[in-house]
């Protein structure tokens, strides 16, 4: 169906594109133009010109690290949080005259501690294996999506101080799909440590179209990347179960309109394809009912003949086969939301849409919005991501090595084996490294 509002003329022809396409053609929104669902929150979100991540966010970051002894309890911390939230929110609107986005992460409310706690995961297991003889290599990080680039400047810093041998020999790299943000964290490398680190690699791009094989033992780092990968969107039919894959349409008055057409899309059908391989039986998706109401369903006057929309996470799953192909030895670090609040209605595994305005945080019922002002972001189904990435990164054994498979770990799990607690605990005995982001698991392996 068409949108109510629109005033637009239907029989403009539309042209198929990608954001690959949108970024190399378009400094604005394009119109009268066709794109799966993925390329078109791609497009909205990375477009170099008008993209979310291009023009509007920010990463929320205190000037130096909290003294969390000073808190009466958790409730006195985000009081803080909210007055410096609210002063750099105000600075930025006096200066600029567009809102813009600014969002917090674990590694900036609780630095340093956060990027200690990462670097002794990574130390304790990188010892564990050179212990056990099964490389001697020096210590090489990959991390993808820096922000601020605190957490390379954090972990860094740690293993300078604690580590000086494997300091000497490591290397840090950083894959960034932002020229922004690179360019942000090249000057943080430089100037947030009292001595510069000189053994980072700042690599502009974007991780989904890495070509370079790494054939060294490495760590993979990712906080809070992937809720930001764009997801295709399926619905089924309640006959068949036959998936549909959905496709936004553009029209010349900026007005958007979703379709569906059969799966043709390789990435898609590889993703269900994939699934449906994972467990016997296979996994099934809860868009789909039971049979009971599929009969009942029937009875009913203009029932629809597709399920409801389900969001599938077909760049998360490009990125698995990145890291199996490219990154054959590595072992992940990756943290994100499992859940989130005021997600998109009616649909499985929605994201949410928001955009802040005026100080106030708008969510949205759809993520068929202005491209470039909303953040789109999903809750990541931690257990289907285990399975997926165990298939495509740990189906053959490495030589020489016991790259097992990965495990899923609570925020509060990992910071009870990592964190030093005691540097983020208040006076009442309340600690947000344990108790805060508790919507946040980690995978590793
Ligand atoms: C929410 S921020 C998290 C930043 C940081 N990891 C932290 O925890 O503070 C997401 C980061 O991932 C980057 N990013 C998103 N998609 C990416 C991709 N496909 N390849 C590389 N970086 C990406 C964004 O530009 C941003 O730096």
């Known amino acids: 169906m068409r949108m109510p509002v629109t005033t637009a003329d239907p029989h403009i022809p539309s042209e198929r594109v990608s954001a690959f396409e949108c970024a190399r053609r378009f400094t604005k929104p394009p119109r009268n133009v066709t794109m799966l669902t993925r390329e ?109 680039g605190t957490l390379m400047v954090n972990v860094l810093d740690y293993i300078r101080e604690q580590e000086p041998e494997i300091y000497n020999r490591m290397t840090y790299n950083l894959i960034e799909i932002s020229t922004k943000l690179a360019k942000k964290q090249l000057r943080r490398q430089a100037h947030q440590s009292s001595v510069p680190h000189s053994n980072v690699n700042i690599i502009n791009k974007s991780i989904l179209d890495w070509s370079l094989r790494v054939d060294d033992p490495c760590f993979f780092v990712a906080m809070e990347v992937i809720d930001n990968f764009a997801h295709d969107v399926v619905r ?20 958007f309109e979703e379709f569906y057409e059969s799966v043709s899309d390789p990435l898609i059908s590889d993703y269900l394809n994939t699934r449906a391989s ?17 009969r009942i369903r029937r009875q009913l006057p203009l029932a629809p003949n597709l399920t409801k929309p389900e969001f599938i996470p077909t760049q998360a799953f490009q990125f698995c086969r990145v890291l199996g192909k490219y990154f054959p030895r590595h072992r992940l670090v990756l943290s994100d939301f499992y859940k989130l609040p005021e997600t998109v209605p009616n649909a499985v595994d929605a994201p949410v849409v928001q955009t802040r305005f005026s100080g106030v945080m708008v969510p949205c019922e759809t993520y068929l919005v202005q491209p470039g002002w909303f953040d789109i972001f999903f809750p990541t189904n931690f257990e289907l991501l285990k399975q997926m990435y165990d298939s495509i990164c740990r189906k053959k054994p490495i030589p020489g090595s016991d790259l097992s498979l990965s495990r899923i770990c609570t925020q509060h799990e990992f910071a009870k084996a990592n964190a030093y607690l005691d540097k983020t605990r208040t006076r009442s005995g309340e600690n947000p490294m344990l108790d805060f982001y508790e919507n946040n698991k980690f995978l590793l392996s």
Do not use: C
Request: charged letters at 25%.
């Open 40 to 148: 078109f929150i791609n497009d909205s979100l990375y477009n170099p010109a008008y993209g979310y991540f291009s023009k509007q966010a920010l990463i929320f970051s205190p000037r130096k690290g909290f003294d969390f002894s000073a808190f009466r309890d958790s409730a006195d911390f985000l009081k803080t949080i909210g007055r410096h939230y609210q002063e750099m929110e105000s600075e930025l609107d006096d200066v600029r005259n567009i809102p813009r986005q600014l969002w917090h992460t674990p590694t900036e409310l609780l630095k340093p501690w956060y990027g200690y706690s990462v670097a002794r995961h990574i130390i304790n297991q990188y010892k564990a294996e050179r212990d056990s003889r099964q490389h001697n290599e020096p210590l090489v990080v990959y991390e993808m999506g820096g922000g601020n």
């Open 236 to 255: 089924y039919d309640f006959e068949t179960g036959e998936p549909y894959q959905a496709f936004v349409r553009v029209y010349d008055d900026g007005e």
């Open 278 to 294: 994972l467990t016997n039986p296979p996994y099934r998706s809860p868009a789909l009912s039971s049979a009971l109401y599929r």
